[in-house]
């Protein structure tokens, strides 16, 4: 599973600002799986049956919002003998239970209260003796009671979206939901990671729609009424909360890697660019399946996209279910396609996860750290190293923002609700450690050790000490001591540097101490030294301890030391460097990550320290489109001195940057000179393909010519707009009030309080705009604030004051729409705006 990352910067926002809402650790936990400690402690479930096989026969009742099912479900007694089977079904209504022996049904008694079915076999039976029970049984997914969670806002498992076509501006869909345990709540299961179970399904629908479901689909039969019955194989075995239906009206485009078909399931609206979307995939399957020497492991491969989902995409056994999000035209995708990780992420999950698959929540680390990892594996494929290095500092600036991850184990036995592990310690942090460990034991020992990890639990369970075997089995090197500090511990080494030279002795001396609060780390260690412009490494080793020196020969002092030279350690340095140190470290330095740290340096010291300047003019050639990004984004050409050193390379990246990220980024800083002279340019850009190069180009002509900008803002497609272009033009749909644009500010403005903090500016344009939409009888605009809040969780769960915070906003939001609710009390509109306001203020208590 991803995070819904549409909300990232959101998150990242809210965990950062408000740092003294700390949580309380003396919260009282509820303890279902002691095992003998005073902490609690969430030991893998016990395992009294094994599932072998489920067959399920499943309708819909659209009016209702149900489902039909029957199921028959092969089991037998994991190891002891055992008389009865105890299943989850949540909320459910039980019709008929019975034994079924080779069609013949009998009767058995059965109990179901507080979700669980527990049902009396008609013996006792042995180990591997297997027996087939059935199942009829109505699914009720608006009766459960179980909420949803900061990483899975909803856990209703079985979703009917628009079932009764009432809103003509979405789809009618029907999707699943598993992880963490809701697959229970549309079939009776053993909802638990450790089990396996091939399936089966025969789903009836109206023959308007498709279906989706794990595995392949073996026949279609016409029903009577206009209906279709598809009947989906699953022939290997998987863990129960990895079943998927999808049904709907979408378009199917195919695909194949070798004799795989690979399918893409977007609404008709996104057919013509879901090979721009998706079409990456088999080249992505051909790359893992080499990288990790297994072949990718199942019969088929689709992905859907789906409305309304709780949470970013799933990878559901051959049938990843994305967020609507992932569906982007070709103003979107010409900038970047911002889901193509989130596509990487969720195929790998069919080795890590899938395939190979957490025996408990506590280890989802050998599940989600690998899922995360993988997009820097691809990014570096495809893109180079640059580019995967870029995202990995973003992923870690994610994980590094909220304090609270400092205390959390990448392994947790300890958590308060199994859905807290999903998290960016689980993601990000453990996607970095990956990272770490595969330079520590270099590519070959790596890949061959997770070959040998799949290969050795394949089709079955694992955690993450079973991880450390495969790698020591391989390698030959004993990892407890990297296990046990960065999987079993929490937090990450804080590093001082200090470093002397002594001429008489010829030596440089390098002192780094470690200042993180709680245990101390050891790691390898790669230092730079510099002597004219020329680096030369030391690979030292630092012990578990406060301070250690390390000692150089140097023939004189060296014009810069880089401590993390290859930027490869989970680590924050303070090293106090010079402007001139950092000048030498960006001309200089190969790595892409002490590039990038140079060019934040200018960017916070450029108005200090006008010799960063130099910094900024190298880096405005820099081969990597995002540096050049963030030194644009430093740049203010209204100023005299910078202008006169870099603006004639903004000018040639406004006009000819290969990457129309760069091009944007640019026609914004030429903005900043309010000169006339470039309206030719914002005009170009204003017809140009890319929305970001377009929204710019408006932002830019609104400060010279704003009479043009309120029609021009009525053609441009923000619907799938990244964060940063919507800040870009939301003063001027807010100053102009432009209906047209209204739900796409909708997910922004809520966080008005937030963005004040770091643009004070910005941030009362969002509170106007949040006030605007309060006012207005706009249903989509609110549904989008609605959203984004829900989405939001993932962070604020942590932060009692930043959660209280956005609850009082909702508030405030619902007391305007009950406003205007008294001036027009027969509004549908409003009654279900409102509506939708106080179902988000609910799902926050």
Known sequence: MLLNNRTLMKKIVISSLLLGALFNSNLAFAQTDYSGREKVYRATHTKMTELKHTKLKVSFDYEKEQLHGEEWLTASPYFTPTDSLVLNAKAMLIHEVAL?????????????????????LDKTYQKNQDYT???????????????????????????????????????TQIWTQGETE????????IDKTNQKTTQEIYMTVPDKYVTLSNGLLKSSTKEANGLRTDYWVMDKKHSPYLFFMGVGDFAVIKDKWKNIPVNYYVEKEYEPYAKQIFGNTPEMMEFFSNKLNYPYPWSKYDQMAGRDYVSGAMENTTATLHGEASQQKPGDLIDENRWEDTIAHELF???????VTAESWSNLTVNESFADYSEYLWNEYKYGKDEADYKLIKSLQAYKMNPANFTKNLVRFDYDSREDVFDSVTYNKGGGILHMLRSYLGDDAFFAGLNDYLKTYEYGNAEAQQLRLSLEKVSGKDLNWFFNQWYYGAGHPKLSINYTYEPVKKQVNVAVTQTQTGAYFQFPLAIDVYENGIPKRYNVWADAKASQSFTFNFAQQPNLVNVNADQVLLTEINDNKTADQYVVQYTKAKEFKSRYLAVEFAKENIDKNTSVLKILAAALKDSSHRIRILALSAIDLSKPEQAKLLLKDVENIAQNDPKTLAQAAAISALSKTKDKKYVSIYEKGISAVSNSVKGNSIAALADIEPQKTVALMQNIDLSNASEDLINKLMP??????????????????????????QDAELGAVAEEGFNWI???DNTKATKAMTKVMGQAKSEISAN?????????IMKEGLNKKMQLLKQNPQSQSLHEQIDAINKAIEDYK
């Open 100 to 120: 079924d022996k080779n069609g013949s049904k009998q009767a058995l008694k059965y109990d179901y209260k507080n979700d669980i079915l527990k049902i009396n």
């Open 133 to 171: 029970v059935y199942i009829k049984y109505t699914a009720r997914p608006n009766e459960v009671t179980q909420k949803g969670s900061a990483a899975i806002n909803d856990a209703k498992g079985l979703y009917f979206i628009n079932a009764q076509g009432k809103d003509p501006d979405k789809p």
């Open 182 to 189: 809701s697959s229970s709540a549309w079939f009776p299961t």
């Open 349 to 355: 999950h069919h080795w890590f996860g899938d395939l």
């Open 732 to 757: 001027i749909i807010v100053k102009n009030k432009i209906e047209s644009q209204m739900e796409n500010i909708g997910g922004q403005v809520l966080f008005y309080p937030f963005i004040k903090f």
């Open 774 to 776: 309060m006012n207005s």
């Open 800 to 808: 009692p004051q930043a959660k209280m915070m956005l609850v009082q």
